[in-house]
C-alpha cells in the first residue's frame, strides 16, 4: 500500500514552523540588506505570511536573475526573503517524508550522503563488477540535458500528486513551481530555491524507480543530472541506452546530452563527480584542478578554503596536490605581506 502524505498544511504553515524555517534560512545571510529589512519586522512578518497561507491568498513573487560561473555558466535566479522562508518551511516538512521513498545510490542534496557517499560508492561498485580487478569493468556514463530548465510542471505536479494526499500543500506546491518558467512556459525550476533541490529528486526519483524496480539495474548511482552503470557485459550497457532515453522522454520529458553519454572501462579511467577513476585509484580532474588553484590565488580567504580542498583531497590520490596546494596557498600570502 502507497503511503501518503496527508493532512499537514496546518503545520507547514504554523507559526513554529515558520520561525524554524527562519533559523534554517538565516544561517550565513544574517547580514544581507534584504534579510535585515525582513528582520526588522519579523514577527508582523511571519504573522502576515501565516495568515496569507492560512487564508490561502498567498502569491510567490518574483525572481532576481544573476549569473555565476562554476565551473561553467549558470543562470542563478533568487526569490525574496520571504518566499525563501516559505521554501525552507516547505523542506522541513516534506524532506523527511519524501527522503524515504528515494533509492540509497541517489547521492545528490540528500541529508548524510554528498559527493564524498557516492565516490565511495563508486569505488565499491567498481570493485564487486571487477572483482577486484580481476574483471573486465564497463561503465555507462550519462547526463540529463539542461537539467532544471527542462523539469515540466504538468508532470511534476502529476508526480506530487500520487505521494501527497493533502490538497491545500498541493495548492502552496503548485504556486511554488509555477512561479517561475524559463525558455519555455511551465517548464524549468529555478536554481536558487531550496524547494528545486527537494523537487527535482522527486521528479528524477520516478527514473530512479524505474533503473531499480523495472529494469533490475543493480549497480547504478544518480548525482543530480548525473548517473553511471556498471556491468561486465558492454552489449548489455548499449542495450540500456535507448530505453533510457524512451522512458527519460516519455515519462519526464528529459534528454541525455548527446555529447555525455558514454561506455567506458574502468581500466581507461571514467570521469566522475570531478574525478577520474581507476580500478585501484582515482585522480583529480585536470579541469578540476585547475580551478582549484585559480580559486585560491583569488580568495581572500585563503585558510577556509585551503583546509576544504585539503579535505577534498583526502578522499583520493590525492597526496602531491596536497603539498601543491600549501605550497602555493604559502606563497600567495607572502606576496600580500608588507615588505617592511
Known sequence: MRIRLAHAFEKLISIENLLGAWTEFVRGKRYKK????????????????????????????????FSIFDPKPRSIHKARVRDRLLHHAIYRVLYPFFDKKFIADSFSCRIGKGTHKALNRFRSFSYITSQSGKKQCWILKCDV????????????????RKDIEDSDILWLLEGVIRSFSGMRSNVGLPLGNLTSQLLVNIYMNEFDQ????????????????????????????????????????????????????????????????????????????????????????????????????LGMLSHGNGRKLQKEVKT??????MTRRPLY
Open 210 to 309: 524505474f533503473m531499480k524496480h523495472t529494469l533490475k539495474v543493480k549497480y547504478y548511482i544518480r548525482y543530480a543530472d548525473d548517473f553511471v552503470v556498471f556491468s561486465r557485459d558492454k552489449n548489455y550497457l548499449e542495450t540500456l541506452i535507448p530505453i533510457i532515453k524512451g522512458f527519460l522522454y516519455n515519462n519526464l520529458k528529459l534528454e541525455l546530452h548527446p555529447q555525455k553519454v558514454s561506455i567506458k572501462s574502468l581500466t581507461s579511467g571514467v570521469d566522475f563527480l570531478g574525478w577520474v577513476h581507476f580500478p585501484d585509484h582515482r585522480v583529480l580532474r585536470t579541469v578540476t584542478k585547475k580551478r582549484m588553484f585559480r580559486r585560491i590565488e583569488e580568495s581572500d580567504s585563503k585558510e577556509e578554503m585551503v583546509a576544504s580542498y
Open 34 to 65: 534584504d534579510v535585515i529589512e525582513f528582520y526588522v519586522c519579523l514577527g508582523d512578518n511571519i504573522v502576515l505570511l501565516h495568515s496569507a497561507l492560512k487564508n490561502k491568498t498567498y502569491q510567490h513573487g518574483g525572481y532576481y536573475g
Open 145 to 160: 540535458r539542461k537539467f532544471f530548465a527542462n523539469i515540466d510542471h504538468d508532470i511534476l505536479v502529476d508526480i506530487l
Open 328 to 333: 602555493i596557498a604559502s606563497l600567495c600570502e
